[in-house]
């Protein structure tokens, strides 16, 4: 006899026979204070003024890296190549400071060394008297 191998069933989500949305959770502490609304007259009196309207505005960051819009498929990858190659530039510009640190931190431990093992022209534990 052979074996029946069951098929797992295909079910689709619909709106009935889906599972009702809970909801998120959300924090029961109020971040309002108490008379810190303003009305639409005063708002627009503020803003027509030039006033601050007492809220924080979130301003963008703006880099001195320009980001590029390209019209061809090909321009994009030429930037990509350009950009590693780039980074390797960088990468080994960043290795070549990092190497020159430690030559300069080895040559100073040589000298630190060099300069406390002074020799002595007089023999230890004779004294000129």
């Known amino acids: 006899m052979k074996k029946r191998t069951l098929k797992p069933k295909l079910v689709f989500r619909t709106q009935f026979n889906s599972k009702p949305y809970t909801g998120k959770k959300m924090d029961p502490t109020v971040l309002t ?59 080994a510009q960043i290795k070549a400071d990092q190497e020159s640190a430690k030559a300069k931190e080895k040559a100073l431990q040589k000298s630190t060394e060099v300069s406390t093992e002074v020799p002595s022209d007089e023999p230890s534990g004779v004294k000129k008297g």
Do not use: C, W
């Open 33 to 91: 204070q108490p008379d810190q609304n303003m009305g639409i007259r005063d708002l627009l009196d503020k803003h027509s003024r030039g006033l601050p309207l007492g809220v924080t505005e979130n301003k963008g960051e703006y880099f001195e890296t320009e980001i590029p819009k390209f019209d061809d498929i090909l321009d994009a990858v030429e930037y990509k190549k350009m950009l590693a190659k780039k980074h390797k530039e960088l990468e």
